[in-house]
């Protein structure tokens, strides 16, 4: 059986204090609102709605935990970078978001959700700055594949994977999308080699 097969919702976390005991292991999401986090959890596991998907940015505003059995989770971040969020409900996210990041032991690496038809964005290269000397690894998702040719996609991958491994060389970068499934098999491998 897989080892997402299992897969369920447990916990939405609003406050610190709530986060489940820190024991197990546990694979991070993290990206721009609406850049495809939920989608690619729902990917991973083989479900259509286990994470919540939506059109509108910004909807994802707590840390949710989804078991995948044997004290292994994944988990949602909420998104940055939305600006109709207020100012304060985003500066809450980002104490969590930091606060999480920083104290899990049971943290066993970081999957970065970015939009494939956009440039990494600051708080992108920040998170990633900020996260890579805990010396855990950091694997980047290029979501959204589908919507350019073959072409623009090789290009965006060999672009972005040369310039962040210049900085990070542990860090790895592929390509992703939920709706045709294209490299859904490689993250799964990436996620379970972590979580095993």
Not at 119 to 148: C, G, M, N, Y
Not at 166 to 171: D, F, I, K, N
Request: glycine content about 8%; overall charge positive; aromatic content about 8%.
């Amino acid at each position: 059986m897989s080892l997402f097969a299992p897969a369920e919702f447990f916990r939405a976390v609003h406050r610190f204090e709530d986060l489940p005991p820190d024991r197990g292991a546990e694979v991070a999401f993290a990206g721009r609102s609406n850049a495809g986090k939920s989608s690619a959890i729902n990917a991973l596991v083989n479900r259509r709605r286990l994470a919540h998907v939506s059109k509108a940015p910004g909807r994802t505003q707590t840390i949710n935990f989804f078991s995948l059995g044997g004290s292994r989770f994944l988990v949602d971040l909420p998104g940055y970078g939305y600006a109709s969020v207020a100012r304060q409900e985003r500066a809450r996210w980002g104490e969590l978001i930091n606060a999480y990041l920083t104290t899990r032991d049971c943290l066993r690496g970081l999957v970065l959700i970015a939009d494939i038809r956009r440039s990494l964005t600051a708080p992108d290269r920040q998170l990633i700055e900020w996260f890579a000397p805990a010396a855990r690894p950091i694997h980047v998702l290029l979501t959204k594949a589908d919507k350019l040719t073959a072409a623009h996609r090789r290009q965006a991958l060999k672009n972005t994977g040369a310039e962040l491994r210049r900085e990070h060389p542990g860090l790895s970068v592929q390509l992703f999308s939920s709706e045709t499934r294209d490299g859904v098999a490689q993250a799964q491998q990436t996620v379970s080699g972590w979580l095993a």
